[in-house]
């Protein structure tokens, strides 16, 4: 069986270093010449709105995924007209746009923070009389690793704030107090089984995903699974879905969905019996999904705008590397490191170990 990817970035070299061993065949639809998948794949160089590229994919493939959801939804519509496409274009367009994304929730009976759509400087004003400050806007669409939004704390902060982001329609969130920032890892396969993985703790730097902690036996993890549960069979969804929630006051507030393979999934390719990437495949290639099981205390680590020297990476105990052979550039993910360990003592040892090689 082939895949097709709509992208070739790092999830797209993931999932193929996952899929190889299933017999499975890959090809990348990038616009990026340097694309890092591209590799391990055949590399069909086109913009995601070319039509004649995406009829040349689907001509070629068995079924196809997307690896992240800057991909626009009528690429998927368009490509499902000709092959399966997983997950779907509702899905797509749902997750792609926060007022579309928070609305759902609201419909589902999740909980979430104030919200408002800002078409205007004006709208953004009554919103911020409404919710009050501190408050965080968002551009509705394409913001990610901190990029499109900004804190809004003070009435100064207020004025103008719509055309700094660009005059795009947006939305605003009432500010969340809250004690952590955790993420659910989902898998649904066609016929509907639904697997998940360990909550996970995630801290941020400078709106850019740093660590991920897998939990043992959180909680809110039943919590997080009705909720998750909710929006994967509201959106007859196939595929890995990561579900990131703020912990408020004992329980779990929805942030945001990601439907797609995740940063804060990572930490599965070493850490559980199927990782997060092997089972996306296994769901929409229509194979029995794996063991979401960890085989003991797990991490993951991100490397941001330079790899360490892979020969201190690798002489770390129980520490994988994994390079995305991209060019290095400040802000930008371009590698990490999983960590499996016996005991939580150890695996703080071990991020320590990792955390004193990166530079500042």
Known sequence: ?????????????????????????????????????QALGKHILADYNDQTALRQLANE????????????ADTVAFLAQFVPVYPNAEALRIAR????EKSMFREL???????????????LDDAVARIGLPAVMKTRTLGYDGKGQ????????????????????CILEGFVPFSGEVSLIAVRARDGETRFYPLVHNTHENGILKLSVASTAHPLQAQAEAYVGKVLDQLDYVGVMAFEFFEVDGGLKANEIAPRVHNSGHWTIEGSECSQFENHLRAIAGLPLGSTATLGEAAMLNFIGEVPDASQVTAIAQCHLHHYGKAFKAGRKVGHATLRCEDMATLKARIAEVEALIKD
């Open 61 to 72: 493939v068995d079924v196809v995924t997307f690896e992240f959801e800057s991909v626009p």
């Open 109 to 123: 009976g999740i909980p979430t923070p104030e919200f408002a759509d800002i078409q205007s400087q004006a709208d």
């Open 97 to 100: 746009d926060r007022w579309f």
């Open 1 to 37: 069986m082939k895949i097709g990817v709509i992208g070739g970035g790092q999830l797209g070299r993931m999932l193929a270093l996952a899929g190889t061993p299933l017999g499975l065949e890959f090809a990348f639809l990038d616009p990026a010449p340097d694309a890092c998948a």
């Open 150 to 169: 900004k804190v809004l704390r003070a009435p100064d902060d207020v004025a103008g704030a719509f055309a700094e982001l660009g005059s795009v329609p």
